[in-house]
């Protein structure tokens, strides 16, 4: 059975860092590509970051771009996002998610989270003003 099992999230001030992980398990995860979104209460899923397998390319949505980094470790199946800089509106529960697709066809890269093939149980992320 497949699982991916997100840990990191907790309560900051703003202007300050978290570093959420993703370990996923129960599978080969060879060429998939592993990213993250984050969904507000009342608002839809948003895209937030994605790191594909081979070459390492990386894609962010504008508004955390130069604040958060995304990467991965391949042989431990899993996948980090490094957020600095954290601001009030980056409060929401980010789920980490795979993709079995093509990175050119995979919800990452269309950033339509209803196409990723597996997902994590989310984790809290609260940042105070």
């Known amino acids: 059975q497949v699982q991916l099992v997100e840990s990191g999230g907790g309560l900051v001030q703003a202007g300050g860092s978290l570093r959420l992980s993703c370990a996923a398990s129960?599978?080969?995860?060879?060429?998939?590509?592993m990213g993250w979104f984050r969904q507000a209460p009342g608002k839809d899923r948003e895209f937030v970051a994605a790191?594909?397998?081979?070459?390492?390319?990386?894609r962010y949505v504008d508004s955390v771009k130069g604040r958060f980094t995304i990467s991965r470790d391949n042989p431990k199946n899993t996948v980090y996002l490094q957020m600095n800089s954290l601001k009030p509106e980056d409060t929401a529960v980010y789920y980490c998610?795979?993709?079995?697709?093509?990175?050119?066809?995979?919800?990452?890269?269309?950033?339509?989270?209803?196409?990723?093939?597996?997902w994590g149980q989310g984790t809290q992320v609260t940042v105070s003003s």
């Open positions: 998610a795979i993709d079995s697709k093509y990175y050119s066809n995979s919800c990452f890269f269309t950033t339509n989270s209803r196409s990723c093939d597996y």
């Open positions: 790191i594909s397998w081979a070459p390492e390319h990386t």
């Open positions: 129960g599978r080969a995860f060879s060429g998939f590509a």
